[in-house]
């Protein structure tokens, strides 16, 4: 397993000279603790999250390691494969940026990240990118497991169940509204000499991204293959139709698992 391309893929780039000074491998990866973080100068509390939390995603279910990401050396070429994209965006952003102190936004929009990205990770997913006051999260890329859809809804469900956590820790009402669809992206790195990323391109990302839009305060709006691969375990309520470039459409719903999800090492809803 190539650490450097993994610590990219989590946006950790910078301690990838640590790593390689303390001669972390595949082999003691899996095993290192949040106190050997602090030894080698992981120093940010929400990074030594991100990191632990990913290291968690990295064990099957046996708690071996499973295959490394994405080739070692970083490919311009772009891989297609399925995955389920996850938007998650803050209700009333603009409303709340007009009445609260850049500072006090600062502080918000640091605890809403750090809590959205710890419950992507804690599923398996990989978090993108940050978009204003969105995250963008992609299940089954660049680590599948075979039940993406199911964590991405199991993750948005976690999202909104903490946004009253998050409300009171702030002192703000704070809502979500997420959108989630399935479908082939084309996943890779791409960017310059100087700045890349690994990252997913494909009508699903679009489709997602618009789902969310049309979301209002609460609700998760998922596309129609999303929902029907799901439908015998997720109790929800259709509210209508979303035509999406006239070729794709959403189903609403809403709702929670019906039977327990028996995943072993996984949080459940």
Request: some cysteine; charged content about 30%; hydrophobic content about 40%.
């Amino acid at each position: 397993m190539d650490i450097a391309a993994w610590l990219r893929s989590l946006g950790l780039e910078r301690y990838v000279d640590a790593f390689r000074e303390n001669a972390i491998d595949s082999d003691i990866l899996t095993g290192l603790t949040a106190d050997d973080l602090k030894e080698i100068g992981v120093a940010a509390v929400g990074d030594r999250r991100r990191l632990l939390d990913a290291i968690a995603a990295l064990r099957d279910d046996r708690g071996r390691q499973i295959p490394s990401p994405h080739p070692a050396s970083p490919a311009r070429t772009g891989e297609r494969r399925p995955v389920t994209v996850l938007f998650a965006d803050l209700s009333g952003y603009t409303a709340l940026s007009r009445r609260l102190d850049p500072e006090e936004l600062h502080i918000l929009l640091d605890r809403f990240f750090e809590r959205i990205d710890r419950i992507v990770l804690a599923y398996g997913g990989h978090v993108d990118k940050h978009i204003g006051d969105c995250v963008m999260a992609v299940f089954g890329a660049p680590i599948a497991h075979g039940n993406d859809a199911e964590r991405a809804v199991r993750a948005a469900l976690a999202i909104r169940e903490t946004m009253p956590v998050l409300s009171r820790e702030t002192g703000h009402e704070v809502e979500i509204h997420i959108g989630i669809a399935g479908g082939q992206v084309v996943a890779g790195r791409t960017g310059g000499e100087n700045h890349g990323e690994y990252t997913m391109v494909g009508e699903s990302v679009n489709l997602a991204s618009r789902l969310t839009d049309a979301g209002g305060p609460g609700e998760i709006l998922a596309s129609d293959p999303v929902w029907q691969s799901l439908s015998e375990r997720l109790d929800g309520a259709e509210a209508g139709r979303s035509e999406v470039r006239s070729s794709a459409c959403a189903k609403r719903r809403t709702g929670r698992f019906r039977k327990p999800w028996s995943r072993p090492g996984m949080p459940s809803s």
